[in-house]
């Protein structure tokens, strides 16, 4: 069975902190993708990025990173100098191909508040 | 443009009535879904379409009926609302079946309140 775990319910840092959001993933396939989205308070969801299980390279945006272990089954994402902005639900998800689509598993998000 | 819209954004209606959300994707996309999201902000997949056929129901009560009348529409019908249908529904498409890789884009939700 596929499961997404964020354990992290919330988490408040002071502007300029750096923030670690943890994402734990369980799957039996070999080929998988995972992903994060950003709901900001006012709703909607915002595509961040995407890696596939084939892929362990870390990827730097900006003041974004995500670091992908399979060792250790984690897809954790970074965001270093927080701002204001940053303040949203953040959440982990994986896809896996069913037939000929994709099917998605979405953590239950982590709720990030940064404080001015 | 926005690629994935849905309306109405917000929907307060009295129980028992019926209602329907309506998505548009201008994307080129096969896949389109419709996503619940709960007070707790848990997202659960409802249905999925992909070029107008249906291909994942979600034990989703039968008052919901999506219909697809073509790939870049996929329209939610809620019949006799009850008070447990409050949530934030996400209409959300994705790229021709290619396997895995293909990201899905949300609209910008569409919240409904039963009263």
């Known amino acids: ?116 | 443009d926005t690629a994935v819209s849905q309306t109405p954004k917000y929907l307060v209606t009295q129980m028992g009535n019926d209602k329907s959300i309506k998505c548009e994707q201008n994307l080129g996309h096969d896949t389109m879904y419709w996503y619940k999201q709960d007070s707790k902000k848990f997202l659960k997949i409802m249905f999925s379409y992909n070029n107008k056929e249906l291909i994942i129901n979600e034990t989703v009560p039968n008052r919901f009926s999506p219909k697809s009348p073509d790939k870049a529409h996929l329209n939610l019908h809620i019949n006799s609302l009850e008070l447990g249908d409050s949530a934030v529904y996400f209409c959300a498409s994705g790229a021709p079946g290619q396997g895995t890789g293909n990201t899905i884009y949300f609209g910008e939700g569409s919240w409904l309140t039963v009263v």
Do not use: M
């Not at chain 1, 750096?18 to 994402?23: E, F, G, I, P």
């Not at chain 1, 670091?67 to 639900?89: L, P, R």
């Open chain 1, 1 to 116: 069975a596929q499961k997404v775990t964020q354990a992290q319910t919330e988490i408040s840092v002071v502007e300029k902190e750096d923030v670690t959001l943890d994402c734990v993933y369980e799957t039996r396939d070999t080929t998988y993708y995972l992903f994060w989205y950003k709901q900001p308070p006012s709703g909607e969801l915002v595509f961040l990025i995407r890696r596939n299980s084939f892929d362990e390279q870390n990827e730097i945006s900006g003041r974004y990173s995500w670091n992908f272990q399979k060792s250790t089954s984690s897809f954790n994402f970074t965001i270093t100098a927080s701002q204001v902005v940053d303040s949203a639900v953040y959440f982990c998800a994986l896809s896996r191909q069913v037939g000929n689509f994709n099917k998605f598993y979405f953590g239950s998000g982590t709720k990030l508040n940064v404080k001015p």
